[in-house]
Nanobody
Framework: QVQVVESGGGLVQAGDSLRLSCVAS????????MGWFRQAPGKEREFVGAITWKGDNTYYADSVKGRFTISRDNAKTTVYLQMNSLKLEETAVYYC??????????????????WGQGTQVTVSS
């Protein structure tokens, strides 16, 4: 089992930056991918970005490319999501998720095995 805890959310102005953190614990040796998803009010959960634990490959949603950066601290089993130039429509609960193998369908929430409880990011005008 893997436990996942996100932190770093808050209220920011449009155009501001924020960095989210996600710490995984438990059976961390099984981790293959750690990813970020978000869910805005009235919308389905959507993929934001992900990183593979061994290959250090990153993946991003088209909407965040060039503005968001995902990185990791392997020693601490921690992944970060640096969000720059935040937009109003990016207000959402941001979730960190872990899966134990493969990169197929990496943008699909159901392929992930473990989830954090989410951290709220609110972008105001």
């Amino acid at each position: 089992q893997v436990q996942v805890v996100e932190s770093g959310g808050g209220l920011v102005q449009a155009g501001d930056s924020l960095r989210l953190s996600c710490v995984a614990s438990g059976r961390t040796s099984s981790i293959f991918v750690m990813g970020w998803f978000r869910q805005a009010p009235g919308k389905e959960r959507e993929f934001v970005g992900a990183i593979t634990w061994k290959g250090d490959n990153t993946y991003y949603a088209d909407s965040v490319k060039g503005r968001f950066t995902i990185s990791r601290d392997n020693a601490k089993t921690t992944v970060y999501l640096q969000m720059n130039s935040l937009k109003l429509e990016e207000t959402a609960v941001y979730y960190c998720a872990v899966r134990d193998g493969g990169v197929s369908a990496i943008r699909t929430p159901r392929t992930y095995n473990y989830w954090g409880q989410g951290t709220q990011v609110t972008v105001s005008s």
